[in-house]
């Protein structure tokens, strides 16, 4: 009988230590395990403390003669995927004053940064709707004009270059206003189309442009620029090395004077259709580069 009673007070004892062992091990972490919790804790304290991620500008698109904003669908999908707020302002191509006062409309309606691009005459009406403007943080002329105060488009068509190229072939349409006023309205050659305008475009999409092109009115090479955007706003310029429109060599004359960051391609004066991933890579680089 005392034999039993010793063996099972030996027992109790056993288990008691066991039970003691567990309960050191449970109440306190191994090494491993505060590593484990320290490295959570370092983490979730980093990404608390993380600056938010700045805001993307607006990137507003303003189209030029002899095309329409459905122009910029290649570089509104980029766009839009990196996850920039777009958006293709209507240029009325009147002339230099009524489009400019079209555009700062536009600009007046963004809160926020704005990337300002233009292509074609689309450059000469953004560098006169950005003067003074504080929301835009960038130009970027894409195969554009971009004329100083006292221009006119007709003055950069004068501008002697190494390697000028043959005027556009036009056709012009005279017009009534609703006043009465006469004018005259400049087509491009439906024609001449794909090859001046669009010429590493498909033939079928060059010549829905060639049909669904809109006139920039014949007054508009007169009219003066009364304002210099890139004079004080950071500009970034693509060259078109296969341009029919504007001369290649005119548009390095023109982002050497603005002392844009100039990039070239080898495409035609519809870049932004034939090569839209270029277009909106060289859009995005203007917001990285003004941050």
């Given at each position: 009988m005392i034999r039993r009673i010793r063996?099972?007070?030996?027992?109790?004892?056993?288990?008691?230590?066991?039970?003691?062992?567990?309960?050191?091990?449970?109440?306190?972490?191994?090494?491993?395990?505060?590593?484990v919790a320290t490295t959570t804790v370092s983490t979730v304290a980093g990404a608390a403390s993380a600056k938010p991620a700045e805001p993307k500008p607006t990137v507003v698109l303003v189209h030029g003669a002899w095309a329409d904003s459905s122009g910029w669908a290649g570089v509104i999908t980029r766009l839009t995927k990196a996850g920039y707020p777009v958006v293709a302002a209507g240029?009325?191509?009147?002339?230099?004053?009524i489009d400019t006062a079209a555009v700062k409309d536009v600009l007046r309606g963004i809160e926020g940064p704005i990337v300002l691009v233009g292509h074609s005459y689309g450059g000469a009406v953004i560098t006169n709707a950005a003067a003074g403007d504080r929301d835009v943080k960038a130009l970027v002329y894409v195969a554009a004009l971009a004329p100083d105060a006292g221009e006119s488009l007709a003055d950069l068509s004068a501008q002697p270059i190494a390697h000028p190229i043959p005027p556009a072939p036009v056709r012009e349409v005279p017009t009534v206003a609703v006043d009465g006023t006469k004018g005259v309205d400049r087509y491009l050659a439906c024609d001449a189309f794909r090859a001046t305008f669009?010429?590493?475009?498909?033939?079928?999409?060059?010549?829905?442009?060639?049909?669904?092109?809109?006139?920039?009115?014949?007054?508009?090479?007169?009219?003066?620029?009364?304002?210099t955007a890139w004079r004080t706003i950071p500009s970034w310029y693509l060259v078109s090395t296969q341009d029919r429109v504007?001369?290649?060599?005119?548009?390095?004359?023109?982002?050497?004077?603005?002392?844009?960051?100039?990039?070239?391609?080898?495409?035609?004066?519809?870049?932004?259709?034939?090569?839209p991933g270029v277009v909106a890579h060289l859009i995005i680089e203007a917001d990285h580069g003004t941050r």
């Open positions: 063996l099972r007070t030996a027992l109790l004892s056993a288990g008691a230590a066991v039970l003691a062992t567990v309960g050191v091990s449970a109440a306190v972490p191994s090494a491993a395990t505060q590593a240029n009325p191509l009147r002339g230099l004053a669009a010429a590493d475009v498909d033939p079928v999409t060059a010549a829905t442009m060639a049909l669904t092109q809109r006139p920039l009115a014949a007054s508009a090479s007169a009219e003066k620029t009364e304002a504007i001369a290649p060599d005119e548009e390095r004359y023109l982002a050497a004077r603005a002392k844009a960051h100039t990039e070239e391609v080898h495409a035609s004066h519809a870049v932004m259709v034939s090569r």
